[in-house]
């Protein structure tokens, strides 16, 4: 059977922005900037958008598929396009009233803001762009419902029949999540744990007994609990640790191993882990991995490497592998290295053997409803009637899920919020909630329409990064992504409802914390989502690590949309950004995560990003302490930044003692 998700293919990613908020908000501004007829007139296209977000759902069973596809590309691209060029008109107007303002409240504004924003041009190119792009925009919405129409796709039935999910609205729920439980993981727990403190002797099947560790593995398909089993482990030898004073193992570690992992980043992430402290200030690999194996040394230790990824087919992947646990050897026998993997295959290279392979197995079907009904009625207060009623109801909810413990908790956290047996029964006769793909893109249509926005934009991070609340509110609101027609209401705050509405639903999940800080992760699976909504906007670049000297010509070779809208880069390149990044003129974010040790910055080089990417409203960079740096602790912006008239947000992180930054004297 097809995977719901992977099923409606471009319908999906087109449904996760057609409904956006930019249409709405677009409409609402530009009747303040154009005519009421032209504006009226846009307003009267927004129910044949219904429509064409009905029709998307079928969109893969359809002939011409590939023109409806290019159709919806082109509409996308003229939204964002509208977008830019009403910033331009907003900035113009703001413009004027400045310089209409009485010289002395002129004066005071002139402090604040940059001079280069107060050279008014008096050209009305924004307004007519702005309606030649509207008008643009109307011709494709027409073409695209002519061209659905004539397939027949709009018949009443199909509308009825739909299983598109109406976003919320009304405002966000604030209900408490319930708590996370594990049940029906006993006997797993046990045996690993009993595995894991077996004496060396006692696994005489283990192949590897002249190393000092013996791997034990837990594989299982994506979503059914591998994590959290491997989660309930660690925590009772760090418990037992506790209590005892003086538990099996000296060191409990916990790293992830990304699908595109690097060796030294794991290094650097077991290291963290082992000593509680940061290894930044190492320069190179060989300094890392010997800091490490003195760690290790002389202790018994368990180390967690969760979510591991492998072909067995890639001889290059493997050998990757089996270099990150190249320090291990420095341990004390005894000491044991749990992995999960949706693979077996990925165990055995990292020197598990069959019987120390453990297949998660699925949930009894009782155990499974008694799940379910935890993540949707915890906490909420109803009638016992009512509440027998809905548990016979999600018995029946509970079979769609095919024993998905993340299909559970993302499914019970929705229907919590609308205890309603009329509800629960149109999910359980419905067709999307099938499995755990098909779980996580029922919930996402549930989003309210701005948070579908801001969920999709987590895309742009790797695969689980440690994500922070106040930094993803200032990102999704210099973004644009947070609307509030209340003038009094701070668009923070409302951020702030937004990341409680993804975290309360599980799409962003509580992980940890770090210098005190909580930070949040995505779900694999649910990072797959987020990348199929995001569709073409959001692209990494994850171009690794170099310890040593970079070679003259040799950097990242891949290519890079020219419709992405929001990059990320794992490391500072000069010719990636020249050749590539330049070209991306409809650039709204880049981030570029970090300057290596020996990376040359030049200042043109961040100069011409001021003055290629006029679209950015997000500059992100990591340094070290070799840009553009006159002072030890003063750091310079290129002038070139006064270009930039469409940003919001503007970070340098820098491991250095920087007290100030010098603006050039024309930004302020």
């Known amino acids: 059977m097809v995977d719901p998700v992977t099923g409606l293919g471009i319908g999906m990613k087109a ?7 930019i249409i709405s908000e677009l409409f609402k501004k530009c009747s303040t900037y154009l005519s009421f007829d032209a504006s009226e007139k846009l307003r009267q296209l927004g129910p044949k958008l219904i429509l064409l977000e009905r029709a998307m759902e079928v969109f893969d069973k359809i002939p011409g598929r ?8 082109d509409l996308k691209s003229a939204f964002y396009e509208a977008e830019d060029i009403l910033d331009d008109v907003e900035y113009h107007c703001l413009e004027k009233e400045i310089h209409s303002m009485p010289p002395r409240k002129r004066d005071w504004v002139k402090k604040l803001l940059p001079s280069q924003c107060l050279k008014i041009k008096e050209t009305g190119m924004p307004k007519k762009e702005l ?7 109307e011709g494709i919405i027409n073409t695209a419902y002519k061209f659905v129409e004539h397939l027949k796709l709009l018949t009443v039935s199909n509308v009825q029949g739909s299983q598109a999910v109406p976003a919320s609205s009304g405002g966000l729920a604030t209900t408490a999540a319930p708590p996370p439980i594990v049940i029906g993981r006993d006997k797993e727990r046990d045996q690993i744990i009993a595995m894991l403190h077996e004496k060396e002797g006692d696994d005489q099947l283990d192949t590897n007994s002249n190393l000092c560790y013996s791997v034990i593995g837990i594989h299982g398909i994506g979503g059914s609990g591998k994590s959290t089993l491997a989660q309930l482990v660690c925590d009772h030898e760090k418990k037992y640790k506790q209590e005892k004073r003086d538990g099996h193992f000296d060191l409990v570690m916990w790293v992830h191993v990304s699908q595109n992992f690097s060796v030294d980043t794991i290094f650097k992430e077991m290291f963290e882990a082992a000593t509680g402290h940061s290894c930044a200030h190492f320069n190179n690999l060989n300094t890392l991995q010997d800091k490490l194996e003195e760690k290790l040394h002389g202790k018994r230790f368990l180390l967690v490497l969760d979510d591991i990824w492998c072909n067995i087919k890639d001889e290059r992947q493997q050998g990757e592998l089996r270099k990150i646990v190249s320090p291990l050897k420095a341990g004390e026998v005894g000491s044991k290295v749990l992995v999960t993997s949706r693979s077996e295959d990925a165990l055995l290279v990292l020197g598990a053997i069959k019987p120390t392979c453990i297949p998660i197995p699925d949930l009894d079907a009782q155990v499974f409803h008694s799940l379910l009904m935890h993540y949707a009625l915890e906490g909420v207060v109803i009638d016992d009637h009512v509440r027998r009623r809905l ?13 998905s413990p993340l299909a559970a908790r993302i499914v019970g956290r929705r229907l919590g919020r609308r205890p309603k047996a009329e509800f629960w029964v149109t999910v359980k006769n419905g067709k999307l909630v099938d499995g755990t793909m098909g779980a996580l893109w029922w919930s996402y249509q549930h989003l309210d329409q701005q948070a579908r926005r801001c969920f999709a934009y987590c895309s742009i991070f790797p695969r689980r990064r440690q994500l922070y609340l106040d930094e993803l509110i200032k990102l999704w609101v210099a973004e644009g992504f947070i609307r509030t027609p209340n003038e009094r209401e701070d668009v923070e705050d409302v951020g702030r409802e937004y990341f409680d509405e993804l975290a309360s639903t599980s799409f962003l999940q509580k992980a940890g914390k770090y210098n005190g800080n ?3 992760l995505l779900h694999d699976l649910v990072y797959d989502l987020a990348e199929m909504v995001a569709g073409s906007d959001c692209f990494r670049i994850e171009n690794g690590w170099r310890w040593e000297e970079p070679k003259r010509g040799v950097g990242w070779r891949g290519d890079v949309p020219l419709s992405v809208r929001y990059l990320f880069v794992q490391n500072y390149d000069a010719e990636l950004i020249t050749k590539k990044i330049l070209k991306l003129k409809s650039l709204r974010t880049l981030i570029i995560d970090a300057i290596e040790m020996y990376t040359p910055v030049e200042e043109k080089v961040i100069a011409s990003i001021f003055k290629k990417l006029q679209k950015l409203r997000v500059l992100t960079v990591g340094c070290c302490n070799n840009w553009v740096i006159r002072k030890p602790d003063v750091l310079y912006i290129p002038e070139a930044i006064i270009e930039l008239k469409h940003l919001r947000y503007l970070a340098f992180r820098t491991n250095m003692l920087c007290r100030e930054w010098i603006f050039p004297t024309s930004a302020g």
């Open 131 to 137: 309606k030649d792009s509207l008008e643009k925009i």
């Open 391 to 403: 548990s016979m109801i999600g018995a029946d909810i509970a079979k769609k899920l095919k024993g």
């Open 518 to 520: 909580d930070y949040y």
């Open 66 to 73: 590939d023109r409806l596809e290019k159709l919806f590309e």
């Open 15 to 21: 449904l996760g922005w057609v409904a956006s908020p």
